[in-house]
């Protein structure tokens, strides 16, 4: 299958600090990409989807001043943490997908990225 | 509106014994299905999908699934388990129309030597 890459796996911030994780699709233009975060043993919180070129959409309750979603190539998407706290320790995930002929793929993920706020 | 339930939080199973995950679904229309596993500390990783045709999929990892429309299910199943299957298991659902999948929450399948 197609491969999604995410770095960094593991980053470890002070509190006030900016954190940016980047999300590739290596082998396919992704139309659109979508950003989760993941809590222990719990399932997938759908954050923000992002297509190429557009402004992304949150979900509800999620601070879209907090969490910079960019999707400038159909490659590449960025999330930025804004002045992390220790509440934004989580497990964020990246998947990437393409739409083609008007049909939704299936999502490919990134490995994921532990954030961990001091 | 569309909805997935996995109504288990954990599956047991012995080594070699054949295994079931559950999903049920509710969408307006025609449903594209999803199975993912996720192992600890990663990203999920795509198994199989349903769009359309014969209601039984295979997928990696020998896994397969069924989709059932009258009972609108989408089971997860592998005939002889393995150690190495112990993992998180995801079910999604898409409504035609759509592109942002709705997630279960999540079946964790634990295979016992």
């Known amino acids: 299958g197609a491969v999604v890459s995410q770095h960094p796996s593991r980053v470890i911030c002070k509190s006030g600090t900016s954190v940016k994780i980047e999300c590739r699709s290596l082998d396919f233009q992704a139309t659109t990409m979508f950003w989760y975060r993941q809590f222990p043993k719990q399932s997938l919180m759908l954050m923000a989807t992002s297509n190429e070129g557009s402004k992304a959409t949150y979900e509800q309750g999620v601070e879209k001043d907090k969490f910079l979603i960019n999707h400038a190539s159909l490659t590449l998407s960025t999330l930025t943490v804004t002045s992390a706290h220790p509440e934004d320790s989580s497990f964020y995930i990246c998947?990437?997908?393409?739409?083609?002929?008007?049909?939704?793929?299936?999502?490919?993920f990134g490995p994921g990225t532990r954030l961990t706020v001091l | 509106a569309q909805s997935v339930a996995q109504p288990e939080d954990q599956v047991n199973v012995a080594e070699g014994n054949p295994l079931t995950v559950k999903c049920t679904y509710s969408?307006?229309?025609?449903?594209?299905l999803f199975w993912y596993v996720q192992y600890p500390n990663r990203g999920l990783q795509f198994l199989l999908k349903?769009?359309?045709?014969?209601?039984l999929v295979k997928g990696s990892y020998g896994f397969e699934a069924e989709f059932n429309k009258s009972q609108t299910s989408f089971h997860l199943k592998k005939p002889s388990a393995l150690v190495s299957d112990s993992a998180l298991y995801f079910c999604a659902v898409l409504e035609g129309g759509s592109y942002i999948p709705t997630f279960g929450r999540g079946t964790s399948l634990i295979v016992h030597p």
């Open positions: 969408v307006s229309g025609n449903p594209y």
């Open positions: 998947s990437a997908s393409e739409i083609s002929g008007g049909q939704y793929n299936e999502q490919f």
């Open positions: 349903y769009i359309t045709g014969d209601n």
